[in-house]
């Protein structure tokens, strides 16, 4: 047997050798012996470690991985950028279906950017507009969310109008909805 360009001689004994320093029996090749004594594996790497640290004690051997190669580091960068560009139309897609998840404004005519408390007095305008249109409207008018006042209704010849008592405190100028036009209107204060 030929390792390293050694030549080492397998002893066969008929009975199985002992360690000379723990009392270990031996199996295959002895590497080391020690006063004329066979030692085992663990026995000739604890005496090795020894010696190579001063007083005795003992040192551990980390394990020196192998640098990689052009194919490795190939692979390693195609699955970086691949995680990379994956986790960015993940991201994409999210922050586009972001808004699809949210409650949808009520729908108006003028003013579309308005906050959460003017949306849901829109939305108490829709209910009024319907019972407007069904001519089942309540002697008692609900109230606004924003300013908790009752809404205003005014009677025309030829049409009935019902608006927002303060539309200022919903930022606009006019909330209004009507017979005529059944849709809730919300006029800008720049708009006047």
């Known amino acids: 047997m030929v390792i390293k360009g050694k030549k080492l001689e397998k002893v066969v ?3 199985k050798p002992l360690c000379g320093r723990c009392g ?8 080391r012996w020690l006063n004329q004594k066979p030692l085992c ?18 040192i551990e051997i980390e394990d ?9 580091k190939n692979k390693r960068i195609f699955l970086t950028g691949l995680f990379v560009i994956t986790t960015l139309v ?6 586009a279906i972001a808004p699809m998840l949210q409650d949808p404004k ?7 950017a308005t906050d959460s408390l003017t949306d849901k007095c829109i939305e108490q305008m829709w209910r009024l507009s319907r019972d407007l249109q069904e ?37 606009l100028a006019q909330l209004t909805v009507s017979l005529n036009s059944p849709v809730p209107y919300a006029l800008a204060r720049e708009e006047q």
């Open 135 to 171: 001519n089942n409207m309540q002697p008692l008018l609900p109230i606004c969310p924003k300013s908790a006042r009752q809404y205003i209704v005014r009677e025309l010849t030829d049409d009935t109008i019902i608006s927002c008592p303060t539309p200022e405190e919903h930022g």
């Open 64 to 72: 020196v991985k192998a640098p990689l190669t052009p194919e490795e």
């Open 13 to 15: 004994y008929e009975e």
């Open 41 to 58: 594996r663990e026995c000739a790497f604890e005496l090795e470690q020894m010696a190579l640290k001063p007083r005795g004690k003992m």
């Open 24 to 31: 270990a029996g031996i199996v295959g090749v002895i590497p």
């Open 106 to 112: 009520p729908l108006r005519r003028g003013v579309t």
């Open 90 to 95: 993940l991201l994409f897609r999210v922050y």
